[in-house]
């Protein structure tokens, strides 16, 4: 099916600790590796992942790069049944305690992983344990970031929506997906604040039934050129959200 969100990209600095903070902390297990003579991506997710439940992606380059984490990219989200256990088992296996469940209301929680990367604890009644829920983006227009995924990936706004003094979450996925899919959180804060991209972070990658034919239905709604199908050895592409978040465009296997 078309539209529905593969995996979301972050860079990391040693990759034999990510996969052992992943695979140790969420039980992932790696679904596929890209070895490269500069970078390595490796795929990681549940073992009962739903065939629509989206993996990560993580990328390692060889030449002992660092990043910045930047603030315009929020967080990934995990599910878990019971947010105190899963919080308190993590407290067990020594995870840094980043901000428990009592700090947040009681419905979440989260911790970091080596990186840097924050990632949220959400109870969900659905879902493989510790699939990828959500990634949440921060925006700094909420009509143009709503309006880009509902024209350019005729995504449907999702349950969740929260709307608070000082900021709004809102959900998007595509219409019809199964519940087990990876949904976007766009962030929007009322106080008219600016974004860093950083680099830690790198996309978010949406599939396509045919590259090409998504790709131009793509152009033809006006989202941005920025890396086209021919460009990338006709494998995949990537586009742009106005605020600058890279969406890669791919085919499944």
Not at 21 to 33: A, C, I, N, V
Not at 194 to 210: K, M, N, P, T
Request: contains cysteine.
């Amino acid at each position: 099916m078309s539209g529905v969100l593969d995996h979301v990209m972050m860079r990391v600095e040693d990759l034999d600790a990510a996969l052992d903070w992943y695979g140790t902390h969420l039980d992932y297990e790696e679904k596929g590796r890209w070895e490269a003579d500069t970078f390595t991506n490796v795929f990681l997710g549940p073992e009962d992942v739903h065939d629509d439940g989206a993996l990560l992606e993580l990328t390692y380059n060889h030449d002992d790069r660092s990043y910045e984490l930047g603030d315009a990219w929020g967080h990934i989200a995990v599910r878990v049944e019971d947010v105190d256990d899963a919080y308190e088992e993590l407290m067990d296996e020594g995870v840094e305690d980043y901000r428990d469940p009592d700090s947040c209301g009681g419905s979440y929680a989260f911790v970091k992983d080596p990186d840097g990367h924050e990632v949220e604890i959400v109870e969900r009644d659905h879902g493989a344990r510790w699939s990828l829920d959500h990634t949440m983006i921060r925006v700094e227009d909420a009509d143009e970031a709503l309006g880009f995924w509902t024209r350019k990936f005729e995504y449907a706004e999702a349950p969740g929506r929260w709307e608070a003094d000082s900021f709004a979450n809102y959900f998007v996925k595509p219409r019809d997906v199964a519940e087990e899919a990876m949904a976007v959180e766009l962030t929007y804060n009322y106080d008219g604040r600016s974004y860093e991209l950083g680099d830690a972070w790198g996309h978010v990658a949406v599939r396509a039934d045919d590259l090409h034919d998504y790709w131009e239905t793509l152009m033809e709604r006006e989202a941005e050129d920025y890396r086209d199908p021919e460009s990338c050895d006709d494998r995949y592409a990537f586009t742009k959200d106005q605020d600058g978040h890279e969406v890669e465009i791919v085919t499944e296997d």
